[in-house]
């Protein structure tokens, strides 16, 4: 008998304690094109700004290139890129290539102005001016919504076309850096990745198309930091993730909320278009399976900065019921008032905001040794001052690495908040302000996931590395509008890494009620029960005493939040299950 305010539950038939063993597949998200009536609302291009000197010189030689996305007559969502007639003749294609390249790495607007990018062109033998430009010209594809999982799968079925075998497809996927090619009606897959010793190899994989169509899967494992690219035939490649700091990493990984392609129109040719049927994304399932939240956008401001450039978009982000991380600047808080200190205080203890640590200086700046000393004494300070153990962390103008990162995590349980698996997912957007604004305002309209921060949010127009006031506000409803919550870096990380330290124990099930026991990582996790609901189901926290609200999923499987440590009983509608 399980009692709780004024009801009880009752085991019906004799049960027994059962493992929590796999039950095929779950799926997360699933589109098929082919169904859709329209282009869906978490699909979206996104563009880099594009209207500098250097954009208008590249458009005159190569032609003006444009973009669009669309459902076609053959129910595929197409990704089309166009490329205008060219003032310059083909044949000077490669004198131009060379006379721009020379100038990119010594441009100092907003191209990609360092040696990564070139060491990535040369060893897939990409022309570079091409591979920096062409993206501010005509946009990256972003599909959003996807699952922040450790571990899950990613199943795509998708064509090319175009008129030169020299144009192709970037894919990025979490952690992955992928090349489509078109060669004999085959799509051929290049996947990218640094080795140890930091150099950049590839493995390839050819899937055959079938159907106008090719299908192939790919698994992202966070644990071994690797992903698995699968062929309908059986095939198999596996390769790190692109980056070694990301591989590095001394915690699980999660994937992103999202993917990306983009196109690149190369040698003679006028057009690339992507067409793809379908994509889902699936993990293992379990009769309890612990899986992410779409519906959790991490954020947070450095400083921060003093109250009458931050007060009022904390207090707009409070009235929402969404918070965030503050990541305190240790200068900074030596500077507030008492009067200052303790509201900022009250933010973390009555508004749930958590703390982070601001390093007031460039860790890069230092030897190892000394910048593990000023990590110690920063991470003392702001606990000292604000009362709470900092749960993550980042430095002065982002000037950190993996080697921080490690000891940050080994020696004081904080999470890095940069690297490719943080605010530089995707290199310019981390940060949302004013110059990202164009980026982020159809970003946030499609409800995309990727962490996030800011300085100041009060002043309109915003100062340099802030955002404005109204397009604060404008960002804040987007996602309310999405059903989407904003919170804290910890309180994601901790929702999307239960995917793996989540467990179950004491399982026991009927025909009529399942029993559990939840144990996580500290922090709350999402579960979905493989059970068919009905009517009546009710679910109850035997530990706190309370019933609990859950979705009932178009399997009629259930999902709810669970905490640690607590005990529930499902308990089912007998005549529907």
């Not at 992928?178 to 799509?187: Q, R, S």
């Not at 957007?429 to 949010?457: K, Q």
């Not at 919170?487 to 399942?514: G, I, K, M, P």
Request: proline share 3%.
């Amino acid at each position: 008998m399980f009692i709780g305010g004024t009801e009880a539950f009752s085991c019906k038939d004799t049960s027994k304690v059962h493992e929590n063993i796999n039950q095929g597949i779950l799926t997360l998200f699933s589109q098929n094109y082919s169904k859709s009536k329209s282009v869906p609302k978490n699909v979206f291009i996104a563009k880099l700004q594009g209207n500098k000197i250097y954009d208008k010189l590249y458009s005159v030689i190569y032609g003006m290139l444009k973009s669009e996305i669309s459902l076609n007559t053959s129910k595929a969502l197409q990704y089309k890129v166009r490329r205008d007639s060219c003032s310059c003749p083909y044949s000077l294609f490669p004198v131009a290539d060379t006379v721009l390249e020379s100038g990119v790495n010594g441009y100092t607007a907003d191209l990609v102005k360092s040696s990564e990018t070139y060491r990535f062109c040369d060893a897939a033998s990409i022309p570079l001016v091409h591979y920096t430009e062409q993206p501010r010209q005509i946009g990256s594809l972003y599909i959003c919504r996807f699952v922040p999982m450790v571990k899950c799968t990613y199943q795509i079925s998708i064509d090319l076309k175009m008129d030169d075998p020299q144009s192709f497809v970037e894919l990025n996927t979490p952690g992955s850096k992928l090349i489509l090619h078109k060669i004999n009606n085959n799509i051929i897959l290049e996947s990218y990745f640094k080795d140890p010793s930091g150099n950049i190899r590839c493995e390839s994989i050819s899937f055959e198309n079938t159907g106008e169509r090719s299908n192939f899967a790919i698994m992202f494992d966070g644990q071994n930091k690797t992903n698995t690219i699968f062929a309908k035939d059986g095939n198999c490649i596996v390769t790190p993730f692109y980056n070694t700091d990301r591989q590095r990493l001394p915690y699980v990984d999660i994937s992103n909320g999202y993917i990306k392609l983009t196109s690149f129109v190369l040698g003679k040719g006028t057009y690339l278009d992507v067409d793809i049927y379908s994509i889902s994304q699936i993990v293992d399932r379990k009769l309890i399976t612990a899986i992410g939240s779409n519906r959790m956008l991490p954020f947070g401001i450095d400083g921060p900065h003093f109250r009458n450039t931050t007060e009022q978009g904390i207090r707009y982000l409070n009235s929402k019921k969404n918070k965030g991380t503050i990541w305190f600047d240790i200068e900074l808080l030596e500077q507030y008032s008492e009067e200052d200190r303790e509201y900022l205080r009250s933010l973390v203890i009555n508004e749930s905001w958590d703390v982070g640590v601001h390093y007031s200086k460039e860790l890069n700046s230092f030897p190892l040794e000394q910048a593990y000393k000023i990590m110690n004494e920063g991470y003392l300070y702001v606990y000292e001052i604000i009362g709470r153990k900092p749960t993550s962390w980042c430095s002065m103008r982002n000037r950190d690495n993996i080697l921080h990162a490690r000891y940050a995590y080994e020696n004081l349980g904080m999470l890095w908040r940069n690297g490719d698996s943080g605010i530089h997912t995707e290199k310019y957007i981390g940060s949302l302000e004013d110059n990202t604004w164009e980026w982020w305002e159809t970003a946030s309209i499609a409800g995309i996931v990727h962490p996030v921060f800011t300085h100041e949010l009060d002043l309109d127009p915003a100062v340099k590395y802030s955002i404005s006031r109204s397009k604060f506000r404008n960002w804040v409803d987007n996602y309310e509008s999405n059903n989407m919550s904003i919170v804290s870096f910890h309180e994601y990380d901790q929702v999307s890494r239960n995917t793996y330290d989540a467990s179950f124990e004491n399982l026991q099930y009927t025909e009529n009620s399942v029993l559990f026991d939840a144990h996580t990582n500290g922090g709350i996790a999402f579960v979905n029960v493989n059970v068919k609901a009905g009517r009546d189901t009710q679910i109850y926290d035997n530990t706190s005493g309370k019933f609990l609200d859950y979705d009932i999923e178009q399997d009629n499987s259930i999902t709810f939040w669970v905490e640690n440590n607590h005990s529930y009983i499902i308990e089912l509608n007998s005549a529907e299950y």
